[in-house]
T-cell receptor, first 111, second 112 residues
Framework: DAKTTQPTSMDCAEGRAANLPCNHSTISGNEYVYWYRQIHSQGPQYIIHGLKNNETNEMASLIITEDRKSSTLILPHATLRDTAVYYC????????????FGKGTKLSVIP | NAGVTQTPKFRVLKTGQSMTLLCAQDMNHEYMYWYRQDPGMGLRLIHYSVGEGTTAKGEVPDGYNVSRLKKQNFLLGLESAAPSQTSVYFCASISSSGSEQYFGPGTRLTVT
């Protein structure tokens, strides 16, 4: 799986959009970009994933650059409950669907 | 539908003791995983299983054994616990046709 690089921490004002960047410059053609988050000490929670097209669901939007070397997770209207560690993972899912978690980005939503 | 459950939630062991952590899922998922998470770190894969009766090593398998005798259960064993195994352990599962891993609430283990 390709290595991903994320900022260690970010702040966002409540009600504003939170834009979390991720670099994955060595991603291969069959690797998806997955985003998970971990609130406090709970188990990680799936947010969204994509291959090369932008994706949107009820939780977030995922914007992947045309060269697929980076992506941005967008939480359109951040709330205090979105304070969490966000993990960006590149994985082909082939065979065993293994995920490699880095340290992620600690997002703090500020009132 | 309980999703992924883990037993126990907390445990304190003395060095050298053994224990088994149980993970159960009711979603009929083929694949199951055990991760550990140390303070300030991401999750690291210990062992995983792609089906009943099969297991494989992940990134940090030393000191652990696993078994998948039933599709819905994945057991993680510590034969002789060491302080370095103090961690939070998460179990996860995914369907062979799915894209989302479902995680349990975690087991917080302290080895003194």
């Amino acid at each position: 799986d390709a290595k991903t690089t994320q900022p260690t921490s970010m702040d966002c004002a409540e009600g504003r959009a939170a834009n979390l960047p991720c670099n994955h410059s060595t991603i291969s053609g069959n690797e998806y970009v997955y985003w998970y988050r971990q609130i406090h000490s709970q188990g990680p929670q799936y947010i969204i994933h994509g291959l090369k097209n932008n994706e949107t669901n009820e939780m977030a939007s995922l914007i992947i650059t045309e060269d697929r070397k980076s992506s941005t997770l967008i939480l359109p209207h951040a709330t205090l409950r979105d304070t969490a560690v966000y993990y960006c993972i590149a994985s082909s899912g082939a065979g065993s669907y293994q995920l490699t978690f880095g340290k992620g980005t600690k997002l703090s939503v500020i009132p | 539908n309980a999703g992924v459950t883990q037993t126990p939630k907390f445990r304190v062991l003395k060095t050298g003791q053994s224990m088994t952590l149980l993970c159960a899922q009711d979603m009929n998922h083929e694949y199951m995983y055990w991760y550990r998470q140390d303070p300030g770190m991401g999750l690291r894969l210990i062992h995983y299983s792609v089906g009943e009766g099969t297991t494989a090593k992940g990134e940090v398998p030393d000191g652990y054994n696993v078994s998948r005798l039933k599709k819905q259960n994945f057991l993680l064993g510590l034969e002789s616990a060491a302080p370095s195994q103090t961690s939070v352990y998460f179990c996860a599962s995914i369907s062979s046709s799915g894209s989302e891993q479902y995680f349990g609430p975690g087991t917080r283990l302290t080895v003194t």
